[in-house]
């Protein structure tokens, strides 16, 4: 996981699973990926250098090689021409249908509905739903607070890989051939 994401299940008020979201106990530490992690070789992209993968950070911040390694990907990257952001729905932040506030993600939106909304009866539209490919922008929810509890446990976006609008193949393919760069 990335860090943004990391942080977002590990909030001091509910601890979560970055994978089912179920509530993770405090304190417990995972011994036995700490131990294979301390027992698997890799090597290193820059000197070609074995090493365990435990010690691989240390030695990637002194490494002038795959420092090199890194800009070069940084670089490759750049030069492809980047998406027209405009054609593509925000997908990360949402306003609240009620109020004026906006650029919740989703875990702010449902908390921010349950404080300052739940006895609101007024019919409105799922700004989550709207933003999907499979949702219907004018459809308004009977009752959006039992809406947003159901509907909306999880983001789409930990389980979605790059586009909502590509199918499965189409996905699975994307993965495969990034698992081959990352080798």
Partial sequence: FCTPCLQECLKPKKPLCGVCRSTLSPGSRALDLEKQIEMTETTCNG?????????MRSHAASCSKYQNYIMEGVKAVTKEPLHNTRNFPNRFTFPCPYCSEKNFDQEGLVEHCKTLHSMDAKQVVCPICAAMPW???????????????R??????DTFVVGDYDADEDDMMAQVLMRSLRDK
């Fill in 151 to 156: 509907r909306h446990r999880f983001s789409y």
């Fill in 135 to 149: 949702g219907d922008p004018n459809y308004r929810s009977a009752n959006f607070m039992e809406h947003l509890q």
């Fill in 47 to 55: 000197c070609n250098k074995k090493m365990y993968l435990s010690k």
